[in-house]
């Protein structure tokens, strides 16, 4: 094992290291906005919306994320007749949408945990579905989901990995051309899982933090 190599190349890990951290505050934030629309697009009382929105997740969940990555970025130039959507922005996309129905099935298996009495209590008090739904199924929904939606949060940081294959210069992109120019396979990779591990621990030291929180104001 020969790590000498970081002594030249931390600075070209430290910036694949911003790009990945940017991409998933980016990911993260359009996918869950993303996800609570299509919750309501699935709970719609209008089928073919209510079709639409469970076909969408069905093909998310049904095909691989690299093909998604490649439709974006291949194929909106093509409907756009030629539109140069920048890497990066194509890499947002792509993950926003994958993470969007991922982040939906757990937001509505925690609606459906919210027991049916908060809803027809809210009606009888003269709230609206919207308001009901905002107000009083969501903050309790995510109460009950907060661990398995921080699983999704990490696991975007996970998956960022997968546009290097589009030229985004993220970790795993900065490992190929590290591993390029030292001619090193193995410890350029073994950094790079490193760094995703450190990544990991601390994200999950911060939700272990909020779910302590939010049990502590329970109690209360």
């Known amino acids: 094992m020969n790590f000498s190599f970081l002594e030249k190349y931390w600075p070209v890990y430290l910036t694949g290291l911003k790009t990945t951290l940017l991409l998933s505050v980016i990911v993260v934030f359009l996918g869950t906005i993303l996800g609570i629309l299509l919750v309501i697009i699935r709970r719609s009382r209008i089928k073919p919306i209510k079709w639409l929105g469970n076909g969408y997740v069905g093909f998310i969940r049904g095909t691989p994320l690299l093909a998604q990555i490649y439709l974006v970025y291949i194929g909106i130039p093509i409907i756009l007749y030629g539109f140069d959507i920048p890497d990066m922005t194509a890499a947002a996309l792509a993950l926003s ?124």
């Open 97 to 220: 949408l994958n993470a969007s129905a991922y982040i939906s099935e757990t937001i509505r298996s925690g609606i459906e945990a919210v027991n049916i009495g908060q809803t027809e209590a809210a009606r009888s008090l003269g709230m609206s579905a919207g308001m009901t739904l905002k107000d009083i199924i969501l903050p309790q929904a995510f109460k009950n989901i907060l661990p398995a939606l921080g699983n999704q949060f990490i696991g975007i940081t996970r998956d960022t990995s997968m546009v290097s294959v589009i030229g985004v210069a993220e970790i795993m992109y900065k490992t190929t051309i590290v591993r390029g120019n030292t001619a090193l396979g193995l410890e350029p990779v073994i950094i790079a899982s490193l760094m995703y591990l450190a990544i990991t621990l601390i994200l999950t030291r911060i939700l272990g933090y909020f779910e302590r929180r939010l049990k502590q104001s329970d109690r209360r």
